[in-house]
């Protein structure tokens, strides 16, 4: 079966960098495109970021553009996000997308960003 499992998430200081991975598994992560996404309490979950299936397009929130960057490995069927200059805003729980026919999920992995 499809899954989606998320690492990466942590406490950094503003200004600080993070790296984020979706390991996938249960379908042919080459030719699926892939996102993030991010859910603060109490606000709806919003796009974050997106990646085609061969890596070669990537799209992002102007909320991030500049700062995050989306990447893929299609040999270790891992999507990343790196994130630089991290703002209290970013503070979210940060879920890993797919779309296969039909939308899913990871977990997610929590991001606080706080001095």
């Known amino acids: 079966q499809v899954q989606l499992v998320e690492s990466g998430g942590g406490l950094v200081q503003p200004g600080g960098s993070l790296r984020l991975s979706c390991a996938a598994s249960?379908?042919?992560?080459?030719?699926?495109?892939m996102s993030w996404y991010r859910q603060a309490p109490g606000k709806e979950r919003e796009f974050v970021a997106r990646?085609?299936?061969?890596?070669?397009?990537?799209t992002y929130a102007d909320s991030v553009k500049g700062r995050f960057t989306i990447s893929r490995d299609n040999a270790k069927n891992t999507v990343y996000l790196q994130m630089n200059n991290l703002k209290p805003d970013d503070t979210a729980v940060y879920y890993c997308?797919?779309?296969?026919?039909?939308?899913?999920w990871g977990k997610g992995t929590l991001v606080t960003v706080s001095s």
């Open positions: 990646i085609t299936s061969a890596g070669d397009i990537t």
């Open positions: 997308r797919l779309f296969y026919g039909v939308i899913y």
């Open positions: 249960g379908f042919t992560f080459s030719s699926a495109g």
